[in-house]
C-alpha cells in the first residue's frame, strides 16, 4: 500500500466516523406534506406523538431553517411532542429554534427534556419585527435505552408560540474509538513504509 493510499484510507475512516447515523425520524419536520404559505393541526406526525396537536407550517411568520417545514407548539394552547430514542452511551442533541415574530417575551417559550438533559430555550426573548431568527441548541447526554425525546410549548397559552426544526440525535464516539482508529492507521503507515523501503 503506497502512502497515498494510507492518507486516502484515513481520510475515508475519518469521514465516515464524522457521519454519525441519524437517529431522529423526521427531524426536520418534511415527511408530511405541507403547502407553501399554509399550516394545519396534526395529532401525530411522521415519527412524532403529539400531545396533544402539533402544528406544522410552511412559510408561514417565518421560513424553514431547514427544507420548507418547521413546527410549532403552542396551537389552541401550549402542547407538547415527543419522539422515543433508543441508544447506549454517549449522544449530542441538535435543534433549531426561534421566538415568533411579533410576539412579546413569555409568548414564546419552549422546553426541551431528553433522559437527564433538559432546559428551557428563549422563554425571554421577543420575536423579531419580521420573519425568524433562528438559533442553534446543542447538549450531550448519556442514554441507557429507549429515551423520550420531548418538546414543550411553556409561558403564555396564546395559540402564537416559538418555532423549532432540524432536530438531530447523533452518537458521539468514545475516545477509546479513536485511539483504536489511529493505532490501525499507525500500523498501515508501518507496513507501507516497509514495503517502500524492500521496493528500493
Ligand atoms: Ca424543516
Ligand atoms: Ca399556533
Ligand atoms: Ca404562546
Redesign the pocket.
Known sequence: MTISKVVTAAALALAAMGAQAELVVNGSFEADAQANGTWSTHSNLTGWTGMTNI?LRNNVAGQAQDGVNFV?L??TRNMSMKQTITGNGLYQLSFWYSAREGRAAGDNGLDFSFGSLSGSVLQTTAGAASGHVWQHYTGLVTLTGATDLVFSAVGAST???GSLDNVSVTAVPEPETYAMLLAGLGVMGAVARRRKAQQA
Open positions: 402544528e410549532e403552542d396551537t395559540s402564537y408560540g
